[in-house]
């Protein structure tokens, strides 16, 4: 079992969707949870930071974590097609060094 | 503008060869990562740098060596002991205190021919 989850997708929507995106883990030891946007042929961009469990909003990006669940999720509200890219998911521990997992990334695509 | 800078963007490679792979940072960031990226898998760590003169093996550092004599650079050489080198190579970097990759270059993607 990898130690995070994430369904490849692809996720197609149309412009102005709210989009979920989502992630399990089975490392309880996890405390930074991130969420980065890749475009094709590009680095990750890093969107969202959050440490522990609860809400975070960014613009139109909201990111939740709930530890109780081993689960963390991003929603993108008023989806545009230049929201069109893969999201991956990636945690990090508070101990054990300067290692963060990454799951494989979801495609989406925003259709005008 | 400040940020990473991988170089080259493409890059091919003969069996046997060595090769090097340049990350140039003018973040000042104290941390360096460098991570490889393979289709339907998430990045996986090769080695990472959280100071000048020091650096650690990831999950994957067989075949690949780096070094880390400046602050700004860490470049990634990639050995002929490397049996799958073909791979999107990234590197990024983090400030002291962020628990994260806060910055990734543009990636290198290296093709053995």
């Known amino acids: 079992q990898k130690e995070v989850e994430q369904d490849p997708g692809p996720l197609s929507v149309p412009e102005g969707a709210i989009v979920s995106l989502n992630c399990t883990y089975s490392?309880?030891?996890?405390?930074?949870f991130m969420w980065y946007r890749q475009y094709s042929r590009k680095g990750p961009e890093l969107l969202m930071y959050t440490y522990s469990s609860g809400n975070k909003e960014d613009g139109r990006f909201t990111a939740q974590v709930d530890k109780s669940s081993k689960y963390i999720s991003l929603f993108i509200r008023d989806s545009q097609p230049s929201d069109s890219a893969t999201y991956l998911c990636?945690?990090?521990?508070?101990?054990?060094?300067?290692?963060?997992?990454f799951g494989a990334g979801t495609r989406l695509f925003v259709k005008a | 503008d400040g940020g990473i800078t991988q170089s080259p963007k493409y890059l091919f490679r003969k069996e046997g060869q060595n090769v090097t792979l340049s990350c140039e940072q003018n973040?000042?960031?104290?941390?360096m990562y460098w991570y490889r990226q393979d289709p339907g898998q998430g990045l996986r760590l090769i080695y990472y740098?959280?100071?000048?003169?020091?650096?650690q093996k990831g999950d994957i550092a067989e075949g690949y060596s780096v070094s880390r004599e400046k602050k700004e650079s860490f470049p990634l050489t990639v050995t002929s002991a490397q049996k799958n080198p073909t791979a999107f190579y990234l590197c990024?970097?983090?400030?002291?205190?962020?628990?994260?990759?806060?910055?990734f270059g543009q990636g290198t993607r290296l093709t053995v021919v």
């Open positions: 973040l000042n960031h104290d941390a």
């Open positions: 990636a945690m990090r521990g508070n101990t054990g060094g300067f290692k963060t997992i």
């Open positions: 740098s959280q100071i000048v003169n020091d650096f």
């Open positions: 490392n309880s030891a996890f405390q930074y």
């Open positions: 990024a970097s983090s400030p002291a205190g962020v628990n994260t990759e806060a910055f």
